[in-house]
């Protein structure tokens, strides 16, 4: 045994990706509606941003956060404008550490209430975060965390106190089903938190950039996050998590109080600025895509495998019948039909296509959905 059993991995070996396009080492090719789990959302290897890497290759690798760097602040330009500064990590789970540690010391409270289903990283604050008990393996957990129910404002309501710092969640709980925040949930939300001085933390590592049809799903919302955290498709599949605080809570990561080696390397800045500006001239085309993306999944509602078809935008849940099992669908997907798709929750085929897809692969996509699917049938 030469790696750790901590991922199932299917008996595949990809050797080349471009675009909406997997390759293994037998010249197979497969289409992607995984985008690596949430990473190419422009598309594997983007031209723009492999030019972009072989110049940055052949400048600067790493640079210390010790001098200052105007790629980082190029990137924290794109992505909060001068509303939000931005702290540069390398994943999405160190993102959510930071945003969890700056409102605490920002507020001067502990607590932070989140979400039972939410999912939220597997380092040891954002595990404690994340509200399932499967992720907690019945450790002792990091302290300081409520967990309310998703879409129920009441049970939030009950568990406010006077220590409380933030509110965190995912506006589609994406590994815990594709659970969708419904709009006056949000709302309401937003205003309890107003009320009671707590700070909102949208965790957007994997609706972000793009995913849910705008850059950043909380647009759709109406709301205005103190902190929001990114990373998954930031660098078009180059390791990289931010966080991005409101200008007046910022001061809170004054010298010293927070730090990383790696952070905002140039290399995976570079890789941001191109993957940012290439999503610039997407997301004109995306609420389109949408439409015809969901047009083409109606295919599926009428499977007496499907029990219900949910997300926001190009980040979509199948949720099976609960006698036909995923992991089985996606491997069947994947050897029989080439075609890349995920899971996650409770028995629900995930879909994360990369957003370049075009309207026949969609097509294409779906119909080799149906075809598995449709060999699945209730007594
Ligand atoms: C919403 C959300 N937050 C955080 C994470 C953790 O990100 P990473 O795996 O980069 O640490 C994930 C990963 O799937 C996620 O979906």
């Given at each position: 045994m030469t790696l750790l059993q901590n991922y199932h991995r299917l008996p595949v070996q990809f050797v080349k990706a471009?675009?909406?396009?997997?390759?293994?080492?037998?010249?197979?090719?497969?289409?992607?509606?995984?985008?690596?789990?949430?990473?190419?959302n422009i598309g594997a290897r983007h031209p723009e941003?492999?030019?972009a890497l072989i110049d940055q290759a052949q400048q600067l690798w790493h640079l210390p956060n010790l001098y200052d760097n105007a790629l980082q602040e190029k990137v924290a330009e794109q992505l909060g404008g001068q509303n939000y500064a931005a702290y540069f990590a390398n994943s999405g789970a160190e993102a959510n550490e930071a945003a969890i540690k700056l409102a605490r010391i920002a507020t001067k409270k502990a607590t932070i209430i989140t979400f039972k289903n939410s999912f939220h990283g597997r380092?040891?604050?954002?595990?404690?975060?994340?509200?399932?008990?499967?992720?907690?393996?019945?450790?002792?957990?990091?302290?300081?965390?409520k967990y309310a129910t998703f879409n129920d404002i009441q049970s939030v309501e009950a568990i406010i106190d006077d220590n409380v710092a933030a509110i965190m969640f995912e506006l589609v709980q994406g590994e815990g089903g594709v659970i969708p925040a419904d709009q006056t949930f949000i709302k309401d939300l937003a205003?309890?938190?107003?009320?009671?001085?707590?700070?909102l933390i949208i965790d957007e590592v994997q609706t972000g950039i793009g995913r849910t049809g705008t850059k950043f799903a909380y647009e759709q919302y109406a709301i205005e996050p103190d902190?929001?955290?990114?990373?998954?498709?930031?660098?078009?599949?180059?390791?990289v998590g931010a966080m991005l605080a409101k200008n007046n809570i910022a001061d809170a990561f004054s010298y010293g109080v927070h730090g990383s080696t790696f952070g905002g390397n140039p290399l995976v800045m570079r890789s941001a600025i191109a993957t940012l500006s290439v999503l610039d001239t997407l997301l004109p085309e995306l609420p389109d895509k949408v439409k015809q993306m969901w047009s083409h999944l109606k295919l599926l509602q009428s499977l007496d495998s499907v029990i219900d078809i949910r997300g926001l935008g190009m980040i979509i849940g199948i949720a099976l019948h609960p006698d036909v099992p995923v992991a089985e669908v996606?491997?069947?997907?994947?050897?029989?039909?080439?075609?890349?798709?995920?899971s996650a929750g409770q028995n629900t085929l995930r879909l994360l296509p990369p957003l370049t897809l075009t309207p026949a692969e969609m097509k294409t996509g779906i119909e080799k959905i149906h075809h598995i699917l449709q060999q699945y049938k209730n007594d």
């Open positions: 471009q675009n909406t396009i997997w390759e293994d080492d037998h010249q197979q090719q497969y289409l992607d509606l995984s985008s690596g789990i949430g990473v190419y941003v492999e030019a380092t040891y604050a954002a595990m404690a975060a994340t509200g399932q008990d499967t992720i907690h393996h019945g450790m002792p957990m990091a302290a300081g965390f205003q309890l938190a107003h009320q009671h001085h707590i700070l902190i929001i955290t990114s990373a998954k498709s930031l660098a078009n599949g180059l390791p996606v491997e069947k997907l994947l050897f029989e039909e080439h075609v890349i798709t995920l």
